[in-house]
C-alpha cells in the first residue's frame, strides 16, 4: 500500500466524516480501525440534533452544535448523491417536559428565544394537544422547532462508503502500536505488522483516545462516560418530536421504532448492559410516556461517551507538527462530527480554518494548563 498522507485512528463516524472530508480535497487518508468502522459508539448512539436542549445557555458549545446541526442537513443530501443513501435526517423539532414542581420552564424558554432558538413555552394542556400521548405527570414543555434527527448506524455507513469512491482507504483489524515522531514532527504509526509512513496523524479514536500509545498529555484528558439505552417499538409511534424529561429522552422513528435513554455513568470501560441502568431508563421514559409500559423490549444496548473535563470537545493540533485531536465530544459526536470534520480538514489542507470558535477547542488548551 502506496504511503498515505493523512492517517485517521478510529473508524467511527467521526474518523469516516473526516476521510472523507480530507478525500473531497484530494488528500489520501487511510482509516485504521482495530474492529470494524462504527463498532463502538457511532451504531449504538440515538442520532439526537440538538444543541440549544444539550447545552441550553448561549456559548461556544451551542454555537458549534448549532452549526453543525445544519451542516447535517447538507450532508444528508452529499451522501444521498455520493452513497445513494438516505441517513434518515429529519427536523422532526423536539420538546422538554417539566415532570417536577420548580422546574421553571418559562424562564428557560425565554432564554433559549433569547439565545436565538425558535422557542415556545407550553402549559400542559398545551404540550398535549401537540403530543396526546403524554403521561399526566407533564407539567409543561418547551417546543423547539429546529432540532433535528438522524440514524447514526446508517449515517456511517454512507460516510464510509462516501468516503471510500473519494479515494479514502480503510483497514479493519488494524491495531495502532504508536505514533511516530522525528524531532518536532509526526511521521506515522506503528501497526502490527510494521509502519506507516503519513505526513499527518488524526486521532479520532473517541473514549480509546487516551489508550493509543505516544501521545501527548492533553488526549490523557479523555475518559470514557457510558450509557446505556434501549429500544423499543410502537405503531402508531408515541410520539412526533424527539422528547426529553424525567432526566432521560425518547426518540422516534418514523416507522414506529422508539431510542428511550440514557444513563451517564462513569464506570470505567466497563462494557455491560446492567438491570440497575435498563431499569433506570424504563422508568424516566413510562414517566414521560407511560403508554410504553406496554411496549416490547426489542433491545439494549451500551456505549461510551468520550469526555473532557471542560465538556467541550478537544478538536486541532496537539503537539508535535502533523498531529492533530478529534475526540472528547461526549454526547455530541453525531452531532459535532460535520463541524469536526470540516475544522480539521482545513487545517491540515490549508494551515487554518473558517470555523468560529476553533480556537476554544484546541486540545493544547490542557497541556497549557498542566503546566
Known amino acids: 500500500m502506496s504511503s ?18 480530507l478525500a473531497t480535497r484530494g488528500l489520501r487518508p487511510v482509516v485504521l480501525e482495530r474492529s470494524v468502522p462504527g463498532a463502538e459508539a457511532s ?6 440534533l440538538a444543541p440549544r436542549i444539550e447545552h441550553g445557555e448561549p456559548g461556544v458549545a451551542t454555537r458549534c452544535g448549532v452549526r453543525s446541526r445544519e451542516l447535517h442537513e447538507r450532508l444528508a443530501e452529499e451522501l ?4 445513494g443513501v438516505d441517513v434518515g435526517f429529519r427536523r422532526c423539532g423536539a420538546m422538554i417536559v417539566a415532570t417536577e414542581d420548580g422546574e421553571d420552564l418559562e424562564a428557560r424558554a425565554r432564554a433559549l428565544i433569547e439565545g436565538g432558538a425558535e422557542a415556545e413555552h407550553l402549559d400542559a394542556g398545551e404540550a398535549r394537544l401537540r403530543e396526546p400521548e403524554l403521561g399526566p405527570a407533564v407539567r409543561g414543555a418547551i417546543d423547539l422547532r429546529e432540532e433535528a434527527q438522524v440514524e447514526p448506524p446508517v ?8 468516503a471510500e469512491r473519494a479515494g479514502a482507504r480503510f483497514r479493519s483489524g488494524a491495531t ?5 515522531t522525528e524531532g518536532a514532527r509526526v511521521t506515522g504509526v506503528l501497526v502490527d505488522d510494521g509502519a506507516i509512513d503519513a505526513a499527518h496523524v488524526v486521532v479520532a479514536a473517541g473514549s480509546w483516545t487516551a489508550l493509543v500509545p505516544g501521545l501527548p498529555a492533553p488526549a490523557q484528558v479523555v475518559r470514557p462516560i457510558r450509557g446505556q439505552l434501549v429500544h423499543t417499538e410502537r405503531r402508531p409511534c408515541i410520539a412526533s418530536r424527539i422528547v426529553f424529561g424525567a432526566g432521560g429522552y425518547v426518540v422516534p422513528r418514523p416507522d414506529g421504532r422508539i431510542v428511550c435513554g440514557a444513563t451517564m455513568e462513569d464506570a470505567g470501560f466497563a462494557k455491560e448492559v446492567t438491570l440497575g441502568g435498563v431499569a433506570t431508563v424504563i422508568a424516566r421514559a413510562t414517566r414521560v410516556f407511560p403508554a410504553l409500559a406496554d411496549a416490547p423490549l426489542v433491545s439494549s444496548a451500551v456505549n461510551f461517551r468520550p469526555a473532557s473535563p471542560d465538556e467541550l470537545p478537544l478538536v486541532g493540533p496537539a503537539g508535535p507538527e502533523g498531529l492533530w485531536l478529534a475526540t472528547g465530544h ?5 452531532l459535532l462530527a460535520p463541524l469536526t470534520a470540516v475544522l480539521i480538514a482545513e487545517m491540515i489542507a490549508e494551515g487554518g480554518t473558517s470555523i468560529p470558535d476553533a480556537a476554544a477547542l484546541d486540545p493544547r488548551r490542557f497541556a497549557r494548563g498542566s503546566a
Open 4 to 21: 498515505p498522507e493523512v492517517v485517521v485512528i478510529g473508524g467511527g463516524v467521526m474518523g469516516c466524516a473526516i476521510a472523507l472530508r
Open 43 to 48: 451504531s449504538v448512539a440515538a442520532g439526537i
Open 80 to 83: 444521498r448523491e455520493r452513497a
Open 155 to 162: 449515517l456511517l455507513r454512507a460516510l464510509a462508503i462516501a
Open 176 to 180: 495502532v502500536r504508536g505514533v511516530r
Open 330 to 334: 461526549h454526547r455530541n459526536g453525531i
